[in-house]
Nanobody, 124 residues
Framework: QVQLVESGGGLVQGGGSLRLSCAAS????????MGWVRQAPGKEREFVAA????????YYEDSVKGRFTISRDNAKNTVYLQMNSLKPEDTAVYYC?????????????????WGQGTQVTVSS
């Protein structure tokens, strides 16, 4: 079993930046990708970004391309999400997750292990 602990959320004005961190422990090798998935009030979970543990391949949801950057530190078993030029529509609970199911990496159903989530609120 893998344990995931997110941090770094908060309240920021539109155009601002935040950096989320996700520390993984336990069976971190259980999945090939680490990702970030968000859920806004009243909406379904939405894929944001993912990165592979091995080659560092990255994937982004179209609306965050050019604004968000996912990275990893394998030695620390930690994944980061640098979020710049934040918009009010980025407001959501952001979850760190491990892809350990046979769905496309862009499909939230691919992620079977989740952290507790961290709230990101962007004011206009």
């Amino acid at each position: 079993q893998v344990q995931l602990v997110e941090s770094g959320g908060g309240l920021v004005q539109g155009g601002g930046s935040l950096r989320l961190s996700c520390a993984a422990s336990g069976r971190t090798f259980s999945g090939d990708f680490m990702g970030w998935v968000r859920q806004a009030p009243g909406k379904e979970r939405e894929f944001v970004a993912a990165i592979s543990w091995s080659e560092g391949s990255v994937y982004y949801e179209d609306s965050v391309k050019g604004r968000f950057t996912i990275s990893r530190d394998n030695a620390k078993n930690t994944v980061y999400l640098q979020m710049n030029s934040l918009k009010p529509e980025d407001t959501a609970v952001y979850y760190c997750a491990v892809r350990d199911r046979k769905y496309s990496v862009r499909d939230p159903r691919a992620f079977g292990s989740w952290g507790q989530g961290t709230q990101v609120t962007v004011s206009s």
